[in-house]
């Protein structure tokens, strides 16, 4: 079983919503991707935390067969986030964003976490996924996030980045605003021109969709009952998607479509607690009868 390097943040996050709150829990791009692909595949976590970072923590991830040699505890305050959604859960509001240690994240990759052959570069500046890149050796596959903030202050840096990678998950509200075009077909087009040969469009309560320059997918989101807490949502999402690809190590167009439909498994699961509450509870069995429910909800016979 291939594993899967992801570099980005671990933070504590203070979260409100239409149906409840949580203060100071478990969150971060690279702590809700790691979870979700410890379902599947090994992973290697580079991110950084402060020294009141909880070994509590420390020690519920490690027992998900995450390996921390690459999470680094320094003097301050650990990354935090403040924030709320309305009844639109598709739409987060930040009140707070307090950077502490994450300001000056300066990401080095262990030697041992050098060689993995599936790479995931979370949502941090674009010049420091390059460096996480300029450190590793001959990935089979790179994917990556971002996020506007990045769109809007370091366009160049991103468009840089994206001729090195070969998987590219974003927001349709992002790709919209990379690309300067309303219909995501098109923006798929020209962001594609940019060098990634995948692009999948994270797509909220509607699903996802791929593009790869010769085909569209389109995958629904799973109907549920019960949302709490949207938070992390995306970045569960690509960690069912990478830790499926890993866990095959088949990187086809065939079997992207698959793990897209794991990654919507792993999200739909996300939603229904805040942090990380649904996830550590969650089972492999109830992962493969969501996922057979998802192939029941989209078949359909020809006429």
């Not at 990478?242 to 698959?258: F, H, P, Q, T, V």
């Amino acid at each position: 079983m291939s594993r899967i390097l992801v570099v980005g943040s671990v933070a504590f996050d203070s979260v409100e919503t239409p149906f409840g709150k949580a203060e100071e829990v478990l969150g971060g791009s690279a702590t809700y991707f790691s979870t979700s692909a410890s379902f599947f595949a090994g992973v290697n976590l580079v991110a950084v935390v402060g020294e009141d970072f909880p070994e509590a923590h420390i020690k519920s991830l490690s027992t998900k067969g995450i390996d921390l040699a690459g999470l680094r505890k320094v003097p301050g305050k650990t990354f935090r986030w403040k924030g709320y959604y309305g009844y639109d859960l598709n739409q987060a509001h930040t009140l707070e964003t307090h950077l502490n240690v994450f300001s000056s994240f300066n990401p080095e990759i262990p030697s041992e976490y050098t060689d993995a052959p599936f790479v995931f570069l979370a949502n941090i500046d674009p010049e420091l996924q390059m460096k996480v890149l300029e450190q590793v050796k001959s990935p089979r596959l790179v994917a990556c996030d971002t996020m506007n903030f990045w769109i809007e202050g370091k366009p160049e840096a991103l468009k840089e980045l994206l001729k090195k990678v070969d998987l590219f998950v974003i927001n349709e509200g992002e790709a919209r605003e990379l690309s300067g075009e309303a219909s995501l077909v098109k923006a798929a087009r020209v962001i594609l021109g940019y060098g990634p040969k995948t692009l999948i469009v994270k797509r909220g309560e509607y699903g996802a969709l791929m593009f790869n320059g010769g085909s569209v997918f389109s995958a629904p989101a799973y109907p549920l009952e019960d949302i709490f807490d949207p938070t992390g949502a995306g970045d569960t999402f690509a960690g069912g998607l990478m830790g499926y690809l890993a866990s095959s190590n088949d990187i086809s167009e065939k079997n992207i479509r698959r793990a897209i439909i794991f990654g919507s498994v792993m999200a739909s699961f996300n939603v229904e607690a805040f942090s990380l509450e649904r996830l550590d509870r969650l089972t492999l069995q109830e992962i493969n009868e969501r996922f057979a429910q998802f192939k029941v909800l989209t078949h359909f016979e020809s006429i």
